[in-house]
């Protein structure tokens, strides 16, 4: 465990329709390997809710389940990857999401992660959670977030041990804005429309790695590490 965690990992993308476990995955991933989790739609949310000039722009978008501008994610992503704390590697959750988000992302990385020999040398992997679409629906509209921790609940698949009531800290749980019915229907007309040429995108890079999303939370997760480090370790072994 301790030799998992000292290693570079380097980007971990997970590219899922929404519902499809990114959001699950990444904290378990973060905790394991010791690197954090850039959830795009945590940010924004963040920034809607501390009212920022970022955030009265996304406010009504992410409201109607469409996707906010590539400049103005492309410039809030680029601000974080490049602290500190991304240099052994990072969990991209909810980015890249269309196809000029993904070149940016390469550009990115060619001109800013891998400029530096002390940094990861790994290649992102790319890892897509396929999920059948009846199992999206049920998992965004049962899925509950405690408002202080961040832990993500389901009223069918994990519901906390006292209903509505985090188990960590107590806190009530909270069901997101844009997992009303309607809204949901346009998130994944979204992701069908504008996120599918990024999963092509990387199909025809070869970096593709699938994953099925379909099972319960623990099996997925050890496809993801399985992943994870088989590749990490092929990176090791290249350098
Ligand atoms: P974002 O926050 O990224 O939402 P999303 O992609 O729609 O994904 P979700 O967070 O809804 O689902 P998830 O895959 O993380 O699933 P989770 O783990 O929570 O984006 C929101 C909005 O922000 C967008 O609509 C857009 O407006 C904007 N935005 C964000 N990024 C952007 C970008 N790059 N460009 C432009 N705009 C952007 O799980 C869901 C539920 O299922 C939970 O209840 C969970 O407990 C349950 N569950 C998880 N795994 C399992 C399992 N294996 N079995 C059973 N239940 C499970």
Not at 80 to 90: H, I, T, Y
Request: charged share 25%.
């Amino acid at each position: 465990m301790a030799e998992v965690i000292s290693r570079n990992i380097g980007p971990v993308i997970l590219l899922g329709p929404p519902g499809a476990g990114k959001g699950t995955q990444a904290k378990r991933i973060a905790e394991r390997y010791g690197i954090p989790q850039v959830s795009t739609g945590d940010i924004l949310r963040e920034n809607v809710q501390r009212g920022t000039e970022l955030g009265v722009q996304a406010r009504s978008i992410m409201a109607r389940g469409d996707l906010v501008p590539d400049y103005l994610v492309c410039d809030m992503v680029a601000l974080r990857l490049r602290n500190a704390d991304c240099q052994r590697g990072f969990i991209l959750d909810g980015f890249p999401r269309t196809a000029a988000q993904a070149g940016w992302l390469d550009a990115f990385l060619e001109n800013e992660f891998f400029d530096n020999s002390h940094r990861g040398k790994c290649l992102p992997i790319v890892i897509r959670m396929d999920v059948d679409y009846n199992q999206l629906l049920l998992r965004l509209t049962g899925r509950r977030s405690c408002p202080t921790c961040g832990r993500i609940y389901n009223v069918h698949f994990q519901p906390p041990r006292v209903a509505n009531t985090c188990d960590v800290d107590g806190s009530q749980l909270v069901t997101r804005n844009d997992d009303r019915e309607d809204v949901i229907r346009e998130r994944l007309t979204a992701y069908e429309l504008q996120t599918r040429p990024v999963v092509e995108y990387y199909e025809q890079k070869g970096r593709l790695v699938p994953v099925n999303a379909d099972l319960p939370v623990d099996e997925v997760s050890e496809q993801v590490f399985r992943e994870i480090e088989s590749h990490s370790t092929a990176a090791a072994g290249r350098s």
